[in-house]
Each structure stands twice: as C-alpha cells, then as structure tokens.
C-alpha cells in the first residue's frame, strides 16, 4: 500500500496531480507502444512502463528552473518535467514538430523550455552532463538544481563513480535518481554486480542516500524533497534509489524471456498507478465508486489520442534538414 | 608588439577571455597551480578557484561535466593534459559535445573548447606524444584547429572559446617555448578563419599544420636552392577544413605534398589528397603525396623518436617527388 503520512502536507489538489501526471504517462507509453506495433513508430522504443511513480514523484519536487537530464528510457522523465506530449510523440514519429526536428527520436529528447536539458542513449552518459548543470549552478550563482535518472545498468559504468565522487567532492546541488528496476538490458543486477543496492555506492563517496519504493509516488517525492531542499540549502548531492520493475521488456519487441512471469506478476500488483489510487480512496480524495479515477485516465487517454493525432499529421523533415544544425556557428 | 613564447600567448589568450565573460571558466587537473607546462598559471588567483576549477583524473567524466556546463550556458575550457587521455573521454566528447546540437534540433549549444597538447617530443613514450587529429576530423560537429605560431595560438584559442560549438584546440608541446610576435591590441589580432599561407610559391604546394608547418617551410628554404619555388599552407583549422585555399594554391602550383606529424596511414592528408583529386584532378601535374610518421606507436627512446619524427629531409624528398626532380644524393 502507498503511505500517506498522518496529516498529508500536500493539498488534495497536488495529490491528484500526481495521479494526472502518471496517468498521462500512462497513456503516453501505451499509445506510442501501440503506434510502435502498427509501424507509425520506427527506431528503438524503451518504455518505462511501470515506474512511472519515480518520473513523477521526484519531478514534483523539482522547480521550473531546475534542470532534468534523462537515460535512454525518459519519456516518463520529460513529461514529468512538463514536456508536450504531442511534441514529444512527434519527435519520435521522426516529425520535424517534434521536439528536436526529428534528429533526436525517442532516446535523444531535449526540451530545455521546460528544463529538460537532453536524454541519452549511452548508459550513464548523463550523469556527468547533470553534474555539469550542478557546476554552472554554483559558478553561475544561480540556485538551480540538477537532477540525473539513471538505471541500476548505470551503477557498474566508470562515469557513474567518476560523477559521484565529483559532485560529493565539490558538493554540487545535484540530485541522483536511480531507478533500479532489477535489470540492465536482458541481465539481471546480480549477474552484473555483488553491490545488491546502488545507494551503498552513495556511501563510499559520502553522499547521503536512501533506497526507497520507487512505486510509491508518495515515498519518491518525500525522498526527492528532501534531496531538492539539502542541494538548494548547499548541503550538496543526494543518491536516491528508487525500486521498481519495468512491466515491459527492455525496448519493445523484447520478448523479456529472462525474466519469470511470476515475477511479473508480483510486479503488476504493485503498479504504482492502482497502489496510489487506492491511498487516494482510502484517504478520502477520491470517490470509492470510481468515477474521478475513471475520469483522470479517460482524460489522460483523450489528451494522447489528441497529441497523437496532431502528432502524426506533422510534416516529416525536409531533405536539407539532414545537414543543418550540424554545427552552430561558423568559425571566426 | 610583444615577443612572447607560444605558452606565454596561450595563458594570455585564456586570461582575456576570462576576464571578458564571466561564463568563461578552466577545468583540468592541476590548473590551480598551472599545470605541467604553466599554461593556467597565476589565474586561480585571478579568478577565483570555482573557475579555475582543479579536478580529479577523471577525463571522461569533466569533459562531459564541460558539456553540461556548456549546454546550460557557461563557456568552459578544459585542459586534458596529454592529448592521449582524451581516448578516456571520447563517448562525452563523440557522443555528447559533438552531438547535442543536432540531436536536440538546435535547441542547445556547447559553447566548449579543449584545449590539448600533444606532439613527439622529450621521449615521454606512446601514452604522452601521439598526434591524434584524425580522429575528430571524423566527427560532425566537431571542431579542430592547431596553431602553429604564438599569435594564431592567442587569437586562435580566443576564437574557439568564443565559439559556439565545441572545439579541440590541438598545442604542439614542441612550440610551447619558441618565440613570436603577438599583438597585444585585440584589434590587431590575426585572422582566424581558415588557412593562411607562410610563403608563396609557383611550383609545389606544401600543405602542413602546428609544428610541421615550420618543417614545411625550412623545406621550402631548402627547395628554392634548388630552385624550386614552394609555397607554405598552414590550415590552423582541420575542421571545418579550409580546402578552397589548398585548391587555389594548386591550381596555381599543379603539384601538392601534405605533411603531419601523425602517422600517414589514416591520416589527414589522406583526406585533402582524395578531396584534391576529386576536385581538381586536371589540375595536378604530379602524384599528390603525403609525408606521415611511420605506422608505429610513437617510441620512447630519444633516437628512434627522432626517426619517428617526419624530417625536413623527407619533405623536401617528397617535393622533389612530386615535381619530377628527385635529387640525386640525398645529403
């Protein structure tokens, strides 16, 4: 079950947010797996699925300001952070009215308007790139806060020990979320490392952390809250990690036979969405007959079935895009 | 006019810009304190150690940390020591510096320069003296360029800082301490854009770049005794590559030598001789050649490193070559 504390800080308008921002993901992922199995989606589709709890739980402590850099499954993440779905369905239709005029696709999404910088398609190739954002914070002066999700994948990479001991060493304003969803690509954690949780990791480099249920909406914010306050009060970087399990293979077409389905099943009734619903129910901010629920995910629906509609009518790139934003200037 | 050494113009160039933009700032390791060659000496002081930020051995990692910075809006530089560690961080440079731009149609910016040295000298062995310029020549979206004089390095290094994109700004630890004329007004600084030719000539174009380009014009020294007139092009900037200027000096001279200090196999020349000769082959009045170092790891011993080293001799051989008049003892 999702724990509410006590007497709930949040009003209840925040609390169905969260619902509305999973929901959205929800139906996004759902739609663009659709889209992906009828060929209107090309490429490498890496949905997440499942732990939608993590994108939205940490993103709701971050502001405006604050800059996001995803992994190469961060659909969740960007629209979290407030990105347009149907921009975001046209990046990875190829439109050139997605996000990036169709040069960057599903692992590649940048939205700096509303603060996410990119995402990557090396893993734990964002983290020093979040760790730099941290950096031009503190040189800048100017109190924003860097936040990286990464998988459990990213835990055995170079880039991720280097990024930590910097950010722990010059105690930057940057918030590492790790979304251990138990597999990096087709391998489970334990065949890539004996380090059973990432956040003992945090330890050796003195970066205070906590493991948590990254399927309790609820248990990420408070997690990622107290992250957000200690790197904008100076107190420096955070290592949240976060326990969930993608339902969905690795990239779809992933048939996932590595995995038992038990296994998944245990996971379904764990689905971050129906946990959260059913605190809401029980706390009283939402009807136990289920209308409101029944609303907030055919409103979710309707909003991508629109994104993808519009998405999909966008022009595909002219010709001569190919060569353009190659470099930004000329040289002097 | 001051006379200043190569390494003195590089600190200088780093000193104005710094002073010139507050999102300017120097990442590397031991910059606090100058760095093996003095090149980021004095400016912590100056600036304060946040922008003149030490940083771990940990390339990969604050080249991409450079790129982020770059990406949300400071101007960094960082200094990779020898330019055989930037192997360590060539998925954030290749990946990510080079990338973003284009990835994010345009939406972001890496305002980055790196600043390397490099070059076969003092007998440091295969880990610290490769030339290694090829490889980023291959990358959309980089930019390369290596100054051979103490001006282009001042006005060159503050034209890739000042650029939008990233850039490998490539030092020839050979020239760190030879001497030239640097103007000290900033709007007497040399041109930056494109190549610039050391000396005219009618008969052969040498191509060359950072240390060579001064082989290539003792070469040329050496050929007018001979009564070859040859002329000098020093490209500074790989990439973008100023050909129309390697074109023009052959339509003029119908015979062309490249010469680098890197190995000849895969190299730069390799690139200018095929373009050459896609573009201008009717031009050419003799087979294009290269002059490379030998396809080895660069030898630590002093001796063999000299012969690893391509030679004034081996230009001026390659001229002759080229021009149909190969000597008849080599001296």
């Keep these: 079950m999702t724990s509410l504390p006590p007497s709930p800080p949040d009003d209840s308008a925040e609390l169905l947010d969260l619902l509305e921002s999973m929901w959205l993901i929800r139906a996004f992922e759902e739609k663009v797996s659709e889209l992906y ?36 499954r961060a659909h969740a993440h960007a629209l979290a952070k407030g990105a347009d779905p149907e921009r975001l369905l046209a990046e990875l239709a190829g439109r050139s009215t997605g996000y990036c ?18 995402a990557t398609g090396i893993v734990a190739g964002n983290i020093p790139l979040a760790l730099g954002a941290a950096y031009a914070s503190v040189v800048g002066d100017r109190g924003i806060v860097a936040m990286a999700f990464f998988g459990d994948g990213a835990g055995q990479a170079g880039q991720f020990h280097e990024s930590l001991n910097i950010a722990s060493l010059w105690n930057l304003p940057l918030v590492l979320v790790c979304e251990n969803n138990g597999y990096a690509e087709f391998t489970p954690l334990s065949a890539h490392t004996r380090v059973e949780r990432l956040a003992i990791h945090a330890a050796t480099y003195g970066i205070p952390a906590s493991t948590i249920d990254g399927n309790d909406v609820l248990a990420v914010r408070a997690a990622v809250g107290e992250a957000v306050q200690r790197a904008r009060a100076g107190g420096g970087p955070t290592f949240v ?20 389905l038990s296994e998944l099943s245990d996971w379904k009734a764990r689905d971050p969405i129906a946990r ?18 029944d609303r907030i995910e055919r409103n979710a629906r309707e909003r991508v079935e629109r994104a993808a509609e519009s998405a999909l009518a966008g022009p595909i790139p002219k010709p001569s895009d190919l060569l353009t934003n190659v470099y930004a200037s000329e040289p002097a | 006019m001051s006379e200043l050494r190569t390494i003195d113009a590089i600190r200088a160039a780093l000193d104005e810009a710094l002073a010139s933009d507050k999102a300017v700032c120097i990442l590397g390791e031991d910059v606090t304190v100058g760095g093996p060659f003095g090149a980021t000496k004095g400016l912590v002081e100056r600036y304060g150690d946040w922008r003149i930020r030490n940083t771990p051995i940990s390339e990969g990692t604050v080249v991409g940390l450079a790129a982020g910075a770059a990406a949300v809006g400071l101007r960094p530089i960082v200094e990779v020591m020898f330019v055989d560690f930037i192997t360590l961080a060539m998925d954030q440079l290749v990946n990510h510096a080079a990338k973003l731009h284009y990835m994010s149609g345009g939406q972001i910016r890496v305002p980055l320069t790196i600043r390397i040295q490099g070059g076969a000298v003092g007998a440091m062995g295969a880990h610290h003296s490769q030339s290694l310029e090829a490889w980023f020549l291959h990358v959309p979206g980089l930019k390369v360029v290596a100054p051979s004089t103490p001006a282009d390095a001042k006005a060159l290094l503050l034209a890739a800082i000042r650029d939008d994109d990233p850039v490998l700004f490539l030092e020839h630890r050979g020239l760190y301490w030879s001497r030239g004329e640097v103007p000290d007004d900033p709007a007497d600084a040399v041109p930056t854009g494109g190549a610039v030719t050391r000396r005219t000539g009618t008969d052969a174009t040498i191509v060359s770049w950072s240390r060579m380009a001064h082989s290539a014009e003792e070469a040329a020294v ?11 092009i020093d490209l500074r900037w790989l990439a973008p590559l100023d050909i129309e200027a390697v074109l023009a000096s052959v339509r003029k001279t119908h015979h062309l030598v490249i010469a680098h200090e890197a190995v000849e196999r895969g190299g730069v020349g390799a690139e200018i001789a095929a373009t050459v000769a896609a573009s201008a082959r009717e031009e050419l009045r003799g087979p294009v050649t290269r002059v490379g170092a030998p396809f080895a790891p660069v030898p630590a011993s002093a001796e063999l490193e000299a012969l690893f080293v391509p030679s004034v001799e081996a230009i001026v051989q390659a001229v002759r070559r080229s021009v149909g008049r190969p000597a008849a003892a080599v001296g």
């Design chain 1, 241 to 260: 990690e976060a326990l969930t399990y993608r339902l969905r293979g690795h990239y779809e077409g992933d048939p996932a036979k590595y995995r038992e």
């Design chain 1, 37 to 72: 199995a009828r060929g209107r989606i090309k490429g490498l589709l890496h949905l997440g699925i499942g732990q939608e709890g993590v994108a939205v739980g940490a993103a709701s402590r971050v502001g405006g300001d604050d800059v996001v850099f995803g992994g190469h």
């Design chain 1, 276 to 293: 959260y619903t059913g605190a809401l129910v029980d706390r009283g901010t939402l009807d136990a007959d289920g209308t409101a629920v």
């Design chain 2, 222 to 232: 050496v050929l007018r005794t001979d009564g070859i007139d040859v002329e000098v």
């Design chain 1, 101 to 118: 005029a169709g040069k960057g696709g599903s692992m590649h999404i940048s939205a700096p308007e509303v603060g996410f910088v990119t």
